[in-house]
């Protein structure tokens, strides 16, 4: 069973930075997607950005190129977020998900051709003006 697990969550002022950090456990392929969405208080989940495994290939969302990095570590099983030039319309909770081809059902999102139902449980970003 995929389990994600998300830290680094926080309250930061705009302009700031944060990194948040995936610990990824229950793979049992190196063909998988992980990924971030983040979903404000009102508004629709949305995919931030993800990385593929095995190729690396990285995507993101339109607002966050240029600030936000995607990234792995495959030693320690860990995908990071690393976030900065943070903006207030950055605030939400953050998930990090898993697009796994040997798992089904749950609640599906989809983000850069990616299928993601595996969910961690998230962590809080504020971002103060």
């Known amino acids: 069973e995929v389990q994600l697990v998300e830290s680094g969550g926080g309250l930061v002022q705009a302009g700031g930075s944060l990194r948040l950090s995936c610990a990824a456990s229950?793979?049992?392929?190196?063909?998988?997607?992980i990924g971030w969405f983040r979903q404000a208080p009102g508004k629709e989940r949305e995919g931030v950005a993800c990385i593929a495994s095995p190729s690396g290939n990285t995507y993101y969302e339109d607002s966050v190129k240029g600030r936000f990095t995607i990234s792995s570590d495959h030693a320690e099983n860990t995908v990071y977020l690393q976030m900065t030039s943070l903006k207030p319309e950055d605030t939400a909770v953050y998930y990090c998900?898993?697009?796994?081809?040997?798992?089904?059902?749950?609640?599906?999102?989809?983000?850069?051709?990616?299928?993601?139902?595996?969910w961690g449980q998230g962590t809080q970003v504020t971002v103060s003006s």
């Open positions: 998900a898993a697009d796994t081809f040997w798992s089904s059902g749950g609640t599906y999102y989809y983000f850069q051709g990616f299928s993601f139902n595996s």
């Open positions: 229950g793979f049992t392929s190196d063909d998988y997607a």
